[in-house]
């Protein structure tokens, strides 16, 4: 008997955007942008024909999936969760760890973002949303650092932006080293610095 793919209910226009979004968003993490419409239609469970039925084109199908895999807010979510109560290092430390997560998990997908969107032409409201996640990335770091301002000797938005600097550059840059981030090492490095405590006994006299 011919194997013949499962008939999938009809579905209101909005509904099978989204059904094709959320069944693009996985390929996209195995197979970047040159996902083709077979692959996304087999996923999704229809013919290839339908995907044009409610996107003009794979790149407009394609630019709305890397826009809901790159939604904030999970991660706005886990930051305004952080307990205000707790001390400034253990606070700092837990925001490294949420924001160097959602880079490491979404880099590929960043890397498609700058390239499809960010940069891109087409997709001018696109464009504007994913700017203005790093401005509600940064926003949400300031926040978590904000009951401390008074101690730090820069404000938390200059804070929280070096956070985000060092999560990207991790990431992102040529200079990582492939060692598992450590939270609690960028935390120590943003409060402590890189000195000792005391200078060494190096046969130099302190000056005043």
Do not use: W
Request: hydrophobic share 40%; proline share 5%.
């Amino acid at each position: 008997m011919e194997n013949r793919r499962r008939r999938q209910p009809a579905l209101a226009p909005d509904e099978r955007r989204a059904a094709l979004i959320a069944a693009t968003i996985p390929l996209l993490h195995e197979h970047g942008v040159e996902v083709s419409t077979r692959q996304i239609a087999n996923a999704a469970g229809v013919a290839e024909g339908t995907i044009f039925g409610v996107f003009s084109n794979k790149n407009e199908l394609v630019v709305c999936s890397v826009v809901k895999a790159l939604d904030p807010q999970p991660t706005l979510d886990a930051l305004a969760a952080i307990d205000r109560s707790a001390d400034l290092r253990s606070r700092l430390m837990r925001a490294a760890d949420i924001v160097h997560t959602r880079f490491t998990e979404n880099a590929g997908l960043m890397h498609s973002a700058r390239r499809l969107i960010i940069t891109g032409e087409s997709s001018p409201d696109a464009r504007e949303r994913m700017s203005s996640t790093r401005g509600r990335l940064l926003a949400a770091v300031t926040e978590v650092l904000q009951p401390d301002a008074a101690r730090l000797r820069v404000s938390p938005a200059k804070a929280a932006r070096l956070l985000l600097l060092y999560c990207g550059a991790n990431t992102f840059g040529p200079f990582g080293d492939g060692e598992e981030f450590n939270g609690a090492e960028l935390a120590s490095l943003l409060l402590d610095g890189i000195l000792h405590d005391k200078p060494e006994d190096s046969g130099e006299q302190a000056t005043c």
